[in-house]
């Protein structure tokens, strides 16, 4: 049955944090949504509208005791989440990805990117795992990309290393609690038409294989999918979210097939 779910990173009126909240909404779960701005609360606002029991708030969840009293309030409030969707990280509006080559990325820039991108998702992760490991049930599907996991893009150091090392950390984390009745999955989105999304990579959607980028909402039906009863077998995994683009190996080729 449907309980309470966990959504971080859902401030934005087009990213895949809200509109990953919305698919589990209409799942039928109660939704604790998290960012690190008060709009976070407007987001609530306009599930609520929709006929969804959601509930906003913010944290920064690179600071463990800020994550310790999200869980307090949301213990409180709702009660402990049975799925957690781990979508923090860079790339948002409010908290744009800087592009540095490795050669010239200060080591503050470095920790930013690790903390920003992984250490959110294992902060709120360890938090969540004991209600989940006492009720015997869970779903954790963490938000990774597929910079790093599949392919790289120069300036992205930071960015990269801590979007790999979410894949590590869903792999460590579903081989410890899988005889808990827990999962944990990974996502990796590629080309995506959220608000954050910039004109150089809207061009790259173009020219991706589908011709187009993807959207929130089809990255967020993946995610809905791996927080259900029905991928109870299903742990460990990444699943990337691209339209094929990992499949080109010479980007040179592509006017031969989109002309056909």
Known sequence: MPGVALVTGAGSPGGIGIATARALGEAGHRLAIVSTTTRIHDRAHQLRELGIDAQGFVA??????????????????????????????????????????????????WRHALETNVTTAFLVTRRALPSMIAHHWGRIVNVASTTGVVQVNPGEVGYAAGKAAMVGLTKAV??????????CNALAPGWIASLAQTEEERRHGLASPM??????????????????????????????????????????????????
Do not use: C, K
């Not at 579903?174 to 999962?183: F, K, P, Q, S, V």
């Not at 089809?218 to 742990?235: D, G, R």
């Open 60 to 109: 920064d969840l690179t600071d463990e005791r800020a994550v310790d009293r999200l869980f307090t309030e949301l213990e409180a409030i709702l009660g402990m989440p049975e799925v957690v969707v781990n979508n923090a990280g860079m790339g948002s509006i409010t908290n744009p990805e800087s592009y540095e080559l490795a050669v010239v990325t200060t080591p503050a820039a």
């Open 211 to 260: 011709g187009r980028s993807g959207t929130p909402e089809e990255v967020a039906a993946a995610a809905a999918f791996l927080a259900s009863e029905q991928a109870s077998f299903i742990t460990g995994h990444t699943l990337v979210v691209d339209g094929g683009n990992r499949l080109m190996e010479g980007l040179s080729g592509y006017e031969f097939w989109r002309n056909e």
């Open 174 to 183: 579903a081989l410890e609690n899988a005889r808990h009745g827990i999962t």
